[in-house]
C-alpha cells in the first residue's frame, strides 16, 4: 500500500476523532456535521496547508457564511443559492481567499438548503461558521504535526531519481551501441515530465511563501536546475525516439563513437558528436540530426553535473 496515502488516513481519522471530541466536550455534537466535514477538505494530499492557505480558508469560509446570511433575506431557494455563489465566488478569487472556496460554496449550500432555512439568524450563522473553524484549525494543526511536508526535501528526491533515470538509460544504451546487449526498451515519456511538473509545481509553492522560502531557492540554484530539466526534457525524449527508431530498422546497430559519449563517465567538455561517414547504414540527414542532437544532449547533461559538483561543495564549506 501506498505509505503517502496510509499518512493521509492517519491525519484524517485523527482530525475527526479529534473534532469529534471538541464538539462532544461543547455540547455541539447535533452541528458536528459542520467541523467534520471542514476537515475532510483540508486533510487533502495536494493541500501544502501553509499559513496562506490557513489564513484564506478561514476568512473565506466566514465571508460565505455572512454572505448567505444576507442573501436568505432577500431570495429562497435555488435561486437564492445561485446568487449566494455568483457572489462568493468571484468576491474570494478577487480577496485572494481562493483556499476558502470549497467550504465557502458547501456552508452556501447547507445554510439556505435546510429545512426552515429561513428561520436563521445572525447568532445560528456565528455559531456554524465557529463549528467550521474549529475544524479548519484542528485539521491544520494534525497536518503540520504529523508528518509536515519538505518540499525542498521532495525536490531533491525527484532530482536525484531523475539523474539515475538519466545514468541507467545512458549506460543501457551504451551496452547496446557497442553490440553488448539489445536495445533497451522505449521509455515513456511521461515518467520524466510527471517528475518535472512535479518539481515546478513545489517550487512554486516555495515561491509564494516568502523571502526565505525564496532565497533559499537560490542558493540551492533550483531555478537553473529546473531549466536545465525542462532543455533536457525534449532533447532527451528525442534522443530516446531516435535510437529507438533506429534499433527498429537495424537490427545489428553500432555506434562506437555515440556509444562512448553517451558513457556516464565521459566527459564531452566543448567536443561535438562527429559520425565518420563510412561503416555506417545511415543516410547524411540522419548522421546530421543524431550528430547535433546528441551534441546538444549531452553538454546539457554536463551542464547539470557541473552545477551539481559545485551544490555539493559548496554544502561542505
Not at 488516513?9 to 471538541?22: D, E, F, K, Y
Not at 485572494?96 to 445554510?111: E, K, Q, R, Y
Request: proline share 4%.
Amino acid at each position: 500500500m501506498n505509505d503517502n496515502l496510509i499518512k493521509q488516513s492517519l491525519r484524517l481519522g485523527i482530525s475527526v476523532l479529534i473534532t469529534c471530541a471538541i464538539a462532544q466536550h461543547f455540547d455541539r455534537i447535533n452541528f458536528v456535521w459542520y467541523p467534520v466535514l471542514a476537515v475532510i477538505f483540508v486533510v487533502d494530499d495536494q493541500d501544502e496547508n501553509t499559513i496562506r492557505a490557513a489564513r484564506g480558508r478561514v476568512l473565506g469560509t466566514v465571508s460565505g457564511g455572512l454572505i448567505a446570511f444576507l442573501v436568505h433575506t432577500i431570495l429562497s431557494g435555488w435561486i437564492g443559492i445561485l446568487v449566494s455563489l455568483l457572489i462568493i465566488i468571484p468576491l474570494l478569487r478577487r480577496l485572494g481567499w481562493t483556499n476558502g472556496l470549497s467550504t465557502a460554496v458547501v456552508i452556501t449550500v447547507m445554510f439556505l438548503g435546510i429545512h426552515d432555512y429561513a428561520l436563521l439568524d445572525w447568532s445560528y450563522v456565528l455559531n456554524r461558521s465557529v463549528d467550521t473553524l474549529v475544524g479548519i484549525c484542528v485539521a491544520l494543526i494534525v497536518s503540520h504535526l504529523l508528518w509536515p511536508k519538505n518540499r525542498l526535501k521532495r525536490m531533491e528526491e525527484l532530482h536525484q531519481k531523475l539523474m539515475a533515470s538519466l545514468d541507467e538509460r545512458m549506460q543501457q544504451h551504451t551496452q547496446a551501441l557497442q553490440g553488448f546487449t539489445p536495445s533497451p526498451p522505449a521509455l515513456p515519456p511521461g515518467l520524466i515530465t510527471k517528475d518535472i511538473l512535479e518539481i515546478q509545481r513545489l517550487m512554486n509553492i516555495e515561491q509564494q511563501l516568502g523571502p526565505r522560502h525564496r532565497d533559499q531557492l537560490a542558493r540551492l540554484r533550483w531555478k537553473q536546475r529546473i531549466s536545465l530539466w525542462r532543455s533536457l526534457q525534449s532533447h532527451w525524449i528525442l534522443i530516446e525516439r531516435l535510437l529507438d527508431a533506429l534499433s527498429r530498422n537495424h537490427q545489428t546497430l553500432r555506434l562506437p563513437e555515440l556509444a562512448e559519449q553517451l558513457d556516464p563517465n565521459y566527459v564531452i567538455g566543448w567536443k561535438r558528436l562527429h559520425l565518420h561517414e563510412q561503416g555506417y547504414p545511415l543516410g547524411l540527414a540522419q548522421r546530421i540530426l543524431l550528430e547535433e542532437e546528441c551534441t546538444r544532449f549531452l553538454r546539457l547533461i554536463s551542464s547539470q553535473r557541473r552545477l551539481n559538483r559545485v551544490l555539493i561543495q559548496g554544502m561542505h564549506k
